[in-house]
């Protein structure tokens, strides 16, 4: 990421449900900015990437109607949620390089987009206004390590966690 404005947080996720109510939450922020933003997915196999998915999409305007799982095999998912949902799943692209309608996605301001994986797309193709999330395995759960690069990011991580609760 070139942007100069980095914010980088750490939390714990006990289990399935928290990680699935830490969409929910984000979800909500999105909605009430009202426009997309861009998502960065990296963790290994069984991390919870698509668990977050599923928490944030059905939880989205629209996204109740959502069947929400892996785009492994068929790379990109569109789920009908307010804002529309581009999920992506660049596991069997490793080191390739990115499909056109990938790269369209993450240039467009109106559209959530979700990329997993994204440790396999070559840095210089990711958008400097985004959420990196960085789940690593512990004992008990996961830790997530959140990198909040741009204004829009910034905004949907205030708007999903106030002030108050984080000091």
């Not at 069947?67 to 660049?90: C, G, K, Q, W």
């Not at 069997?92 to 499909?99: C, H, V």
């Amino acid at each position: 990421m070139r942007n100069s404005s980095v914010k980088e947080l750490r939390f714990h996720l006990e289990d399935e449900n928290a990680t699935l109510a830490l969409g929910q939450r984000l979800a909500q922020a999105i909605a009430l900015q009202g426009k997309g933003i861009n998502l960065l997915l990296e963790g290994n196999l069984g991390a919870g990437k698509t668990t977050l998915v599923r928490g944030l999409v059905t939880a989205l305007p629209g996204g109740d109607e959502a069947r929400v799982s892996s785009p492994s095999f068929n790379i990109m998912n569109l789920y009908p949620t307010t804002p529309e949902t581009a999920h992506f799943d660049l596991y069997r692209l490793e080191y390739q390089e990115p499909d056109e309608s990938l790269l369209e996605f993450l240039n467009d301001d109106e559209t959530l987009v979700v990329v997993e994986w994204v440790q396999f797309l070559d840095k210089e193709f990711w958008p400097e206004d985004s959420i990196h999330f960085v789940w690593d395995h512990c004992d008990n759960g996961r830790d997530l390590r959140l990198i909040i690069a741009g204004d829009d990011a910034l905004s949907v991580y205030e708007a999903a966690f106030p002030q108050s609760e984080t000091d």
